[in-house]
Structures are given as structure tokens and as C-alpha cells.
């Protein structure tokens, strides 16, 4: 069927001078079963094989769709640009605090948070709340100038913010609440 309706497609785009290109092509199943399907489908007569995820607008589908791809590349992106804007800065010297939580909070978290409604179920479950908190620490770390043995509530309470994962739920709020 899947075959069936890729030919249908393919022949369509003809009609209307539109050409698929193979090389670009990929398809996943979203699957919750813990053996893989191994399919393939054939377009413009070139074997595409289904991948265990895809990167779709910047967002990385896997899938079983629990999003563990996609957080840890925005952690390790955000970690990164963490990194950099550090240097910027030191424990006694450097931008202002309020200065520091504005690009933090403009640049680093945006950035940690991209496509957050469609993946929010997510930060529901420990793994994903650990790392987002363990990217929000090294931002607080930063911006409140502390030593880095302090803990993470103490970086929320001396940086007056949220736990990351319920900041997160601001940007979708009808989801999480179910209404």
C-alpha cells in the first residue's frame, strides 16, 4: 500500500511537472513496537530504506516518537552556545547580571525550547527534566556568577525563575492542561 500510493504520488508530480528527488526522500514508521520494520519503497526506481529517525524543520522524529533525539541535540546545541557566550564573562568580571539573563533568556533558551508544543509531553518524564535542568544550571551558573559546586534549586531561587519544564508549559498551555 505504502508502494502503491508513493507511484500515485510520483505520477502526479509528472502531471504537473513536479519531480521528486530520491536522494532527499526519507520515511520513518512511528511505531511502538521494539522491533523495527525494515521497509523499503522505491521512488523514481531508487531503493529509499526507512530510517529510526528524521529531521523535519529542525525537529528530530524518532519512531517510537519519545523525543530523546531531539532534546539531547537541542541540549548539545544550547551547551554550545552556552560555551560561547561564557567567555563573555567571569566570576568577578564581565556584563551586567541583568544583561547576562537577557541573552540567556533571548538567545541559549529559545534555542533549548525550539518546537516545544510538539514535543511538551516529554517533560513529563525524568530523563528529559534532568537535561533540561542540567542546560538551565549552566545558564544560572553564568548569570548569577556562582561557583559551580551549587546546587540547581539554589540557581533558580538566586535567579527568581522556573524549573525549565514548566516554563515550557507557558508555550503550550493547552496541552498540558488538557483543555
Request: hydrophobic share 40%; with cysteine.
Amino acid at each position: 500500500n505504502l508502494q502503491k500510493a508513493c507511484n500515485a504520488l510520483t505520477t502526479w508530480g509528472k502531471s504537473v511537472c513536479l519531480d521528486f528527488s530520491a536522494e532527499k526522500t526519507e520515511f520513518i514508521v512511528f511505531t511502538r513496537k521494539r522491533k523495527q520494520l525494515d521497509l523499503t519503497i522505491n521512488v523514481n526506481g531508487i531503493a529509499i530504506k526507512s530510517s529510526p529517525n528524521v529531521k523535519y524543520l529542525g525537529v528530530i522524529l524518532d519512531s517510537k516518537l519519545n523525543w530523546r533525539k531531539h532534546v539531547e541535540e537541542k541540549c548539545k546545541q544550547t551547551k554550545c552556545t552556552i560555551t560561547t557566550l561564557r567567555r563573555f564573562t567571569k566570576l568577578t568580571w564581565g556584563p551586567d547580571r541583568k544583561i547576562l539573563a537577557k541573552l540567556f533568556n533571548s538567545i541559549a533558551e529559545p534555542k533549548l525550547l525550539y518546537a516545544v508544543p510538539v514535543w511538551i509531553e516529554a517533560t513529563s518524564q525524568r530523563w528529559c527534566i534532568n537535561k533540561l535542568r542540567s542546560i538551565q544550571r549552566m545558564m544560572f551558573i553564568t548569570t548569577i556568577r556562582s561557583f559551580k559546586t551549587i546546587s540547581t534549586k539554589s540557581t533558580l531561587v538566586l535567579a527568581n525563575s522556573l524549573p525549565i519544564e514548566l516554563g515550557a508549559s507557558w508555550f503550550s498551555p493547552c496541552i498540558v492542561t488538557g483543555k
